[in-house]
């Protein structure tokens, strides 16, 4: 017994269509569609890291800090240090006990000149106290 699957019952006047011409039509929709789920949730993923990055340090060090970036060209004693800046400009930093940096870590900056940021306080005697170096 043979059944034949290509008949289709109509109405008067309707035409029979092929399913597989129905495919792409209702496809590319859903493609289109899948597409900007995507970047909607690239742009929010996005825009909340860039959020946080930027107000992560006023929340963890305070309202009173300020940013210094650039290269770590000496070392001295007591993991106080030189910092050299990209306009040039060498800024001397001290260290203390509520400094957020170990000697190992800044070490390999300085032999790498790798880039290092400083947050930072100016204390009495325009003296900068460092209080996070990465």
Partial sequence: MCIDVSIHRTKVGEALKNPRD???PA???RLFAAFWVVVLIGALALSCVLGIAFIAPAISH????NHADGTI???GT???FVLLTATGQRLSFQCGTNCRASLGHMQRHEAEHAHTDVYYI???NNML???DVD
């Fill in 73 to 75: 060209v000496s070392i």
């Fill in 62 to 65: 305070g309202q009173n800090v």
């Fill in 122 to 124: 100016a204390g009495s």
């Fill in 129 to 131: 106290m460092a209080l």
């Fill in 27 to 29: 496809f590319f929709p």
């Fill in 78 to 80: 007591g993991r106080n």
């Fill in 22 to 24: 129905a495919f792409l």
